[in-house]
């Protein structure tokens, strides 16, 4: 599912290898732009989408989620210029904000607090994964430049938003509530665990946090419980890091296809040439 939210969000990235903004006709400060109006409505995203899922559940909203966004990211096929370029950025940086924290959020129901680091990092590290996987699907998928009319970029975003809707799909029936309500027609009538193995997730999970106890994970927060823990002056520095550590890194994620082209790189020698930094990334990620 990560794979999905990568693939949508980063493939900008390719299509400026593919000559983007020459074609609509924009600049690189309208590009400055747009990208300001996705990170703003991204980070207005992170909250919001929260009190939906809480009420919803995990399980649903955030197949939800991705379907919504893969129709914006495969209607970017037929971006015409500024306005429609600008409204897209906007529309995925609302529908994407939320994604992350839900998810996080739906693995702390299997998992104890000294579990989740290790698979938040196999996490990140998939984030990574689909920079270079999505690198070598633009090396194919650009080549189709001009075929029936479209440049290589419309391919792109089509292609790989439609990818995204399938796998939204797919997470609707993967999916389960919780640890105790896996089973299904698609994923088994016997779910994935024994009644036994289901006591034994929920009192481990209880033990680690007895505030777990009495959760619901179809119940929604009340304003009171949203501002106390806002409140709460012990995660403050842990809100100041989340707002400041990809500071150093979304810079020159953003603007290195730009600056290869600039150089001199071909469209495809663009693309290639942007893994080795996601391949040290990972490595310092596991290592």
């Avoid at 034994?200 to 619901?216: E, T, V």
């Avoid at 990809?246 to 001199?264: M, Q, R, S």
Wanted: include cysteine; glycine fraction near 8%; proline fraction near 5%.
């Amino acid at each position: 599912m990560f794979f999905a939210l990568q693939l949508d969000r980063g493939n900008i990235n390719q299509a400026l290898s593919d000559n983007m903004l020459k074609d609509l006709g924009l600049t690189t400060n309208d590009y400055n732009n747009g990208m300001t109006i996705f990170y703003c409505n991204f980070l207005f995203a992170e909250l919001p989408p929260q009190m939906i899922s809480k009420k919803l559940g995990s399980d649903r909203w955030i197949p939800v989620q991705m379907v919504s966004w893969s129709v914006v990211a495969s209607m970017q096929a037929f971006l015409n210029g500024k306005t429609f370029f600008f409204i897209t950025r906007f529309l995925l940086g609302l529908i994407e904000g939320g994604f992350i924290p839900d998810v996080i959020l739906y693995l702390s129901y299997y998992y104890k607090s000294s579990e989740l680091p290790r698979r938040l990092s196999f996490f990140w590290v998939a984030y990574q994964s689909t920079n270079i996987l999505s690198a070598f699907l633009a090396y194919g998928i650009l080549r189709l430049r001009r075929h029936n009319g479209l440049p290589g970029w419309a391919w792109l975003f089509a292609l790989e938003g439609m990818l995204t809707g399938l796998l939204g799909i797919l997470a609707w029936f993967y999916l389960p509530a919780s640890p105790y309500t896996t089973a299904s027609w698609f994923r088994g009538k016997n779910g994935w665990f024994s009644k036994e193995e289901e006591k034994i997730i929920a009192n481990r999970i209880i033990r680690d946090d007895p505030s777990k106890g009495d959760m619901h994970n179809r119940q929604g927060l009340g304003l009171h419980q949203l501002w106390e823990y806002l409140a709460d002056w012990h995660m403050w520095p842990m809100y100041i890091l989340g707002l400041t550590w990809t500071v150093p890194n979304t810079p020159p994620t953003a603007y290195l296809p730009l600056n290869l082209k600039a150089l001199g790189f071909g469209t495809f020698e663009t693309n290639l040439l942007t893994i080795p930094a996601y391949v040290l990334f990972i490595l310092q990620l596991l290592f």
